[in-house]
Structure formats: C-alpha cells, structure tokens
C-alpha cells in the first residue's frame, strides 16, 4: 500500500481524500494550528483549545461510518448562541478536555468515525499566523489575512509563531510515496505548515514524489493575479531548498474555465480563473500534469456558516487517480 502525505486541510483537502479512499493508499493529512477564524476559531480563544475545524474536516472526509454520523459531525448551526458553529468542532472541543490532549481527542473521534489514516497537527502547539504586506502592512491573524475587508498589497511575506514540530508529521513525510501540497488556500491552509521547523526539511530530504496541486480560482488577498506557475514559485520559495533549487518535482493543473456565470460571480469576489500557463511551469524543469479537473457541480455554503466558501471545487476522482499514476 502506497503513502500520501497531504499537507493543507479544510474543504479542498476533504474533496482530495473523497477520491484518495478509492485506491490503496494510506492517507495522512497534516494540518497548521494557526486557524483563529470561525466556529474552530472562537472555540479556541474561548476554552484555549488547538484549532479543530480542518482536522474535523479531514476526518469526516476519512471516515467509513454510517452516513448519521458523519453528518452529526458536519453539522453546523445556523441560529442561536451556537450559530455559525460546527457540532464536530463542538464535540471535538469537549473531547480535547476529556482526553486532555489534541491527540487524545483526534484519536476518540477517529474511532468515532472509523477513519482509515491520520490526520495530524504540524506543530505540537497553537501558532498565530502573521504577514508583511508589500506596501509595509502587518497583518497578525490568520482570519484577517483569509478574509479580507476588500482589495490590499499583496503578501510579501507570512509568519509563523514559535512553535515544536509534531514528531509523528516528520515520520510520515519521511515513509510518503507522494507528499501533496493543496489545494486550498495557499497562505492560509498550506504555506503555514512549511513554516514549522523542521516540516519543509523533511519534506525536501525525503524520497517522496512532491507534487503540488494548483488552485481552480484566484483568492482576494491572497494570491490575487496569480497563474499557475506563481503557486509552483511561492511554493517552492516556502520550502526553502539550501541549494536554492525547486523541491516540488510535479505540478497537477487544471485547464477548464468555469462556466460564464461562475466566472462572473467570482468577479464580484475579485478572484479570476488562474491560467495553466504550462510552458513557463515546464521550463523549470518539473513534470506539469494538465487536464480538465473542474468537478461538474457548483457547491453552495452551508446554512448557518459564517466563512467564504469556493463555488467550484476538484473532481475528486479525476484528481486523486492522477496522484495514484503517479506513483503506483
């Protein structure tokens, strides 16, 4: 059996592993502990608690149980005091002061859940996430730096807390067959896990075949104008090769536009479709992997959630059996 390594989290990561759970493969997710935005965010500043909200995620979309269960663990509240929050994330939170570790209560609710695989913290301790913006902003929250109040700098560079990588993170990427970066926010989900020492090391010293999956559409904020090859270029920049040479080795893109009333409704978002401009990727010298990947439906945000959510997501199947070919 094959080992992917996923480092991102959230809904992208949880659309990857529907279609991962088709082939033999052990799938590990590993996720940041800088979330402070939302049901998961509110939950830690008030109980002081690790971030739950990509973790639950990443467990649902691992699970085997029964559909009640899962949609117990997805449900979210859309009024009252509980509005906007996750009974997952509730439940996990009540686990975290059961057990009294993060691990211990990942652990129960993947017993729960009768997950097959992991899903890990990158770090053993809460971080707080903070960017530099080119026109000299600082930004010191990693909910500010995913929702932003309208148009801004770009990002110069992010940060990341002092903080004590997670052993069993290290062990995975070093056992990997393939090590998947995104897709997902790429400030928000993936770079902050590279930032834990010890993480882009490993990552960079092990055999695995490290891939990078671009994102579908721009995000305000974040990668705003980006094409394809600026995600292969940030990326890399992020791992931090001593040699100043690129880590990742494949980049999976896709090359179907959404439909014109998706695009326009991005618009009013400020994102825009990201071009496969594939040459340019090639001319690094990586392996580009381009094809229609835009899954058929447009997705629709959960009642009672309080987060901007994407419109058009990953075909699952198509993503996932491309890792697979990949290294099978």
């Known amino acids: 059996m094959k080992t992917v390594v996923i480092i991102g989290g959230g809904t992208a990561t949880f659309t990857l592993l529907k279609g991962l759970r088709q082939f033999p493969t052990n799938n590990i997710v590993i996720v940041s502990t800088a979330d402070d935005g939302g049901s998961a965010g509110r939950l830690r500043t008030e109980l002081e608690i690790m971030p739950m909200g990509d973790i639950r995620q990443c467990l649902i979309g691992l699970s085997y149980t029964v559909p009640a269960l899962q949609a117990l663990f997805n449900y979210r509240f859309d009024r009252g005091s509980l509005r906007g929050h996750s009974a997952g994330n509730i439940i996990l939170a009540a686990l975290q002061k059961i057990t009294g570790t993060p691990e211990g209560a990942i652990a129960e609710a993947a017993r729960l859940l009768n997950v097959r695989g992991e899903v890990l913290f990158a770090s053993k301790q809460p971080t707080k996430l903070s960017a530099r913006l080119k026109d000299g902003t600082r930004i010191s929250s ?91 270029r940030v990326a890399n920049e992020y791992l931090r090769t001593k040699n100043g040479g690129g880590i990742i080795d494949t980049v999976i893109v896709n090359t179907k536009r959404p439909k014109p009333d998706v695009i326009k409704r991005y618009r009013k978002a400020r994102a825009i479709f990201v071009r496969p401009d594939i040459e340019i990727m090639k001319k690094t010298g990586v392996t580009v992997v381009a094809k229609n990947l835009l899954a058929n439906r447009v997705y629709k945000k959960t009642k009672g959630d309080v987060l901007q959510r994407s419109l058009v997501r990953h075909d699952a199947e198509k993503t996932a059996e491309i890792i697979w070919n990949l290294i099978k």
Do not use: C
């Open 142 to 232: 990693e909910h500010e730096l995913d929702e932003p109040k309208g148009k801004r700098a770009p990002i110069e560079r992010i940060t990341l807390s002092s903080s004590q990588a997670n052993p069993r993170a290290i062990d995975a990427i070093g056992r990997a067959d393939a090590v998947v970066l995104g897709p997902g926010d790429l400030f928000t989900s993936t770079l902050p896990n590279l930032l834990v020492p010890g993480i882009s090391e490993a990552i960079a010293a092990s055999p695995a075949k490290k891939i990078l999956i671009t994102n579908l559409m721009t995000k305000l904020g974040q990668t705003d104008g980006y094409q394809a090859s600026d995600f292969l």
